[in-house]
């Protein structure tokens, strides 16, 4: 009998400050295009990063608190508290947006999770505010 596929995923919250500024565009333009959020302002944010997998003899499509240190040191070490335009290395140059976020986030933890075998990142889900989030499902496969 096949193996049934269970997603698992591990959430954290983290507080950040940031602007909705793209360099390319006039101070005016900036303010048009993104109100308010041109401004300096902070969100609490939660991050839920799912990974996809059959379920092996373990039980464990894989150790959630492993899951969970590698979104900590790589993702909550570095953004948590901290100003992402200007103080986060991986996100230099990026507007960040959820969007953003979401996709940056993903190529930080997917390389983390090669050593797991059997199973794959499947979804970086990055809430904003209670009411909106943003998913991303990796990068479009190549055909
Ligand atoms: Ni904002």
Known sequence: MPRPVVEITHREE?????RLHDPALSDEENRRLYGI???DHGHNYALE???VGP???SGMVMDLKELGTVVQERILA???HRHLNHDVPFLAG???TAENLAVAFWHQIEPQLKGYAGCRLHRIRVYESRNNYV???GPAPVR
């Open 49 to 51: 990063v799912t990974v």
């Open 37 to 39: 959020c041109n401004r």
């Open 14 to 18: 983290f507080s950040s400050a940031h």
């Open 135 to 137: 998913d991303f499902l």
């Open 94 to 96: 990026v507007i960040p």
């Open 55 to 57: 379920v092996p003899t």
């Open 78 to 80: 570095v953004v948590d």
